[in-house]
């Protein structure tokens, strides 16, 4: 159960950074197309910050439950 749970946990945060690089990159590539971003780098900043949430919820995956060692 464990090892089901860590694993959708991971899964989860890995689509929401992989969801957030994607719109990250598509405010790069098309900035005159993204009418309702008035401050793009604003929007791409909130993006980032949500990359990092996910970001530092996997580092805490993996160094707290995804090894058998005592922290």
């Known amino acids: ?3 089901l749970m ?3 946990l991971r899964q989860h ?3 929401h950074i992989a969801k957030h690089v ?3 990159e598509v405010y ?3 900035a005159v197309g993204v009418g309702e971003h008035s401050d793009l780098l604003e ?3 909130k993006e980032l ?3 990092a949430e ?3 919820q996997l580092e805490v995956l993996e160094k707290y439950f995804e090894n058998d060692s005592v922290h």
Do not use: Q, R, S
Request: no cysteine; hydrophobic share 45%; charged share 25%.
């Open 1 to 3: 159960m464990k090892k």
């Open 6 to 8: 860590l694993k959708a």
């Open 13 to 15: 945060a890995e689509g």
């Open 22 to 24: 994607t719109n990250v």
């Open 28 to 30: 790069m590539a098309n």
């Open 43 to 45: 929007t791409v900043e």
């Open 49 to 51: 910050a949500i990359i």
């Open 54 to 56: 996910y970001h530092d």
